[in-house]
């Protein structure tokens, strides 16, 4: 394939030099690896669902044993939060190290590993005690010094990518985590900001056309976030068959027993029997691409 033609902003050989961690060394080089009994990069693509926030106990515990139920490979939910809003964040919303807790109780009590996020290097040996997998926020997607401590962990990364980030900035930041010698890496488009937006509600743009760019040049699983990149309910399910059939290797959904009630981003999750029928969906697209979800 012809690297060079024009506008295409980056080529191979460019991130090769600058990246070469992050670069495939030939056409066919995808990695794959095990978190938690669940392979990655290979036919099977994981699942991770779960509330935007670890709320309470009590709603973790009921999402754990249903998501789980319903076939997710991982439950995710934030405790410590990038909040839009100060005066929700830190009084009456986030759960902090409680919401910590209470994930680890719901990943014993129901066996599903964890995702959740790491916003300050201070907190990181309470979250990577937890988590399966740290998730780092597409805010903090260029916080190297915090990417590089998280990396040093050898805990799994799933690097979101900033709403305004090039491809390359995004593989950039990738490579600050192999570079510490840390393999497991899961990249995650979780829509980007354009000057137009479809409805007002509709804060970002899913970039599926990322999903075969960067395939085209790294050989880190590609993680898809439909539920952020639309913020919209209705537009979810197709968001994720689509994000499936551009090749994703991973999806995360934002699942809550009560949507409507969810204390942030009411208007982006999915309910139990939704997630239960997208799921099945997503399989009969998968086994289309030679994967599955199952
Ligand atoms: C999240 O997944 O909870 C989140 C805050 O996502 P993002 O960093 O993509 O906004
Ligand atoms: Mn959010």
Same mark, same amino acid.
């Given at each position: 394939?012809?690297?060079k033609? !024009?506008?295409k902003?980056i080529? =191979?050989?460019?991130? @090769?030099?600058k990246?070469? #961690?992050?670069?495939?060394?030939?056409p066919?080089?995808?990695s794959?690896?095990?978190i938690?009994?669940?392979t990655f990069?290979k036919?099977?693509i994981p699942?991770?669902?779960?509330?935007?926030m670890?709320?309470?106990k009590?709603?973790i515990f009921?999402?754990a044993?249903?998501?789980?139920?319903?076939?997710?490979?991982?439950?995710?939910?934030?405790a410590?939060?990038p909040?839009?809003f100060?005066y929700?964040? @830190? @009084?009456?919303?986030?759960?902090?190290?409680k919401g910590?807790e209470?994930?680890s109780?719901?990943?014993k009590?129901?066996?599903?590993?964890i =995702?959740?996020?790491?916003?300050?290097?201070?907190? &990181?040996?309470l *979250?990577?005690? *937890?988590? $399966? =997998?740290?998730?780092?926020?597409? %805010?903090n997607?260029? +916080?190297y010094? #915090?990417i590089?401590?998280c990396a040093?962990?050898?805990? !799994?990364i799933m690097?979101? %990518?900033?709403y305004?980030?090039?491809? %390359?900035?995004?593989?950039?930041a990738?490579?600050?985590? #192999?570079?510490?010698?840390? @393999?497991? *890496?899961?990249?995650?488009?979780r829509?980007?900001?354009?000057?137009?937006?479809h409805?007002?509600?509709?804060?970002?743009?899913? $970039?599926?056309?990322? *999903? !075969?760019?960067?395939?085209?040049i790294?050989h880190?699983p =590609?993680?898809?976030?439909p539920?952020?990149?639309?913020f919209?309910r209705?537009?979810?399910e197709?968001m994720?068959?689509?994000s499936?059939a551009a090749?994703?290797?991973?999806i995360?959904l934002?699942?809550h027993p009560n !949507?409507e009630?969810?204390?942030?981003?009411?208007?982006?999750?999915?309910?139990?029997?939704?997630f239960?029928? &997208?799921?099945?969906?997503m399989?009969?697209?998968?086994?289309?691409? +030679?994967?599955?979800v199952?």
């Open positions: 394939m012809d690297n033609f !024009p506008g902003d080529s =191979i050989e460019d991130i @090769k030099t990246f070469p #961690l992050v670069a495939k060394k030939d066919l080089h995808f794959s690896f095990t938690a009994g669940t990069g036919k099977l699942i991770f669902a779960g509330p935007n670890v709320e309470s009590k709603l009921d999402v044993k249903n998501v789980k139920k319903n076939g997710a490979h991982f439950m995710r939910g934030g410590f939060k909040l839009t100060p929700r964040s @830190k @009084k009456y919303y986030e759960t902090r190290e910590i209470w994930l109780e719901a990943k009590k129901y066996k599903i590993p =995702i959740t996020e790491i916003m300050e290097e201070k907190y &990181l040996d *979250v990577s005690n *937890v988590a $399966d =997998i740290l998730q780092i926020g597409s %805010r997607m260029q +916080n010094p #915090l590089s401590a040093k962990t050898g805990k !799994p690097l979101k %990518r900033h305004g980030a090039s491809l %390359r900035d995004w593989l950039g990738a490579e600050y985590v #192999l570079c510490e010698g840390n @393999k497991k *890496v899961i990249l995650c488009e829509g980007v900001s354009v000057p137009h937006t409805r007002s509600t509709s804060r970002f743009l899913l $970039d599926l056309q990322v *999903v !075969p760019a960067a395939k085209e790294t880190l =590609i993680a898809v976030d539920s952020h990149a639309t919209w209705p537009w979810v197709s994720t068959l689509a499936i090749g994703a290797d991973a995360m934002e699942v !949507p009630n969810s204390a942030v981003d009411p208007l982006q999750p999915i309910n139990y029997i939704d239960k029928n &997208l799921r099945n969906k399989h009969k697209i998968a086994l289309t691409m +030679n994967k599955r199952i």
